[in-house]
């Protein structure tokens, strides 16, 4: 008999919607961990612990970036912007992931992997393309683009650099998530769109609204909407120091969650 639970892993953290909730199972019998990723039908899957991560087979309905965004003038600044982040985190980083847009159906979300679609130069985001029309919707959807492709940016190099299990407070991912969201406001800073730090306070609203009206406004995951301006804030601020690396300031993220005891803020109800 099989053991199921649902967890929040950080093999692929999701973005400002909902975290990737990885189907964990015990092989029964012996079952090798191939044979119970064929029998889930995973796109892709991991294992630890003895047990199976499997990232779903919805993953592969990707959708052309023609066909999620029709509108060339839309479209085209939303490419900007996209490669306005990309540009400036491979710059800090030398890493470029994928962005690409997937069906989403009845749960909008975004996510970073390093397992899905794999790149060139490392990982992938995934924005839904129900999450996608959510945020062109919106009167600043450059900037909310910006601030989920910055936020997933983070996730992809914090597995890449194996910086996750560092920051997990016990069980749950609040640090890393924080932690992703003082580096978007890094990235913003050091973009190239002239973004202010009166546009992470939009920002933050904007993940506010996400949060309340599709039902992800866990603040024991991604904190509360409190703590995420502030993190924001911070590495926005951080980003003003020219002479900074992307991994010093990932350093100083770190630090800051720590000294502001977030861990243990965050626990509600």
């Not at 079952?31 to 779903?56: F, H, M, N």
């Not at 979300?109 to 393309?129: K, T, Y």
């Not at 996400?210 to 924001?232: I, P």
């Not at 120091?241 to 502001?260: R, T």
Request: glycine share 12%; proline share 2%.
């Amino acid at each position: 008999m099989r053991s199921k639970e649902f967890s929040r892993r950080t093999l692929l953290v999701g973005g400002i919607c909902c975290a990737w909730h990885a189907s964990l199972l015990d092989a029964a019998d012996g079952a090798s961990a191939e044979s119970t990723a064929r029998q889930l039908g995973c796109l892709s899957y991991a294992t630890a612990d003895g047990k199976v991560s499997c990232a779903p087979a919805w993953l592969a309905e990707i959708v052309s970036l023609g066909r999620a965004i029709p509108n060339s003038a839309i479209r085209s600044n939303f490419e900007l912007g996209v490669s306005d982040i990309l540009d400036t985190g491979e710059r800090l980083t030398g890493i470029r992931p994928n962005v690409q847009i997937y069906k989403d159906g009845m749960s909008p979300n975004a996510m970073a992997s390093l397992e899905v679609s794999g790149p060139v130069r490392g990982g992938s985001i995934l924005i839904g393309w129900g999450k996608l029309g959510e945020l062109l919707s919106k009167k600043n959807s450059t900037l909310l683009c910006s601030g989920i492709i910055a936020h997933e940016f983070a996730h992809v190099v914090q597995m890449a650099s194996g910086i996750c299990s560092d920051l997990l407070c016990g069980e749950r991912v609040l640090n890393i998530e924080l932690h992703a969201d003082y580096m978007a406001g890094f990235l913003l800073q050091r973009s190239r769109s002239g973004f202010q730090l009166v546009d992470v306070k939009v920002l933050a609203e904007g993940w506010r609204e996400a949060g309340s009206k599709g039902g992800f406004s866990d603040c024991n995951f991604h904190g509360t909407s409190e703590q995420r301006l502030l993190c924001l804030e911070e590495g926005f601020k951080a980003g003003s120091a020219l002479e900074v690396g992307y991994d010093a300031v990932a350093e100083q993220a770190a630090s800051f969650l720590a000294d502001q005891n977030m861990c243990d803020l965050g626990r509600c109800e």
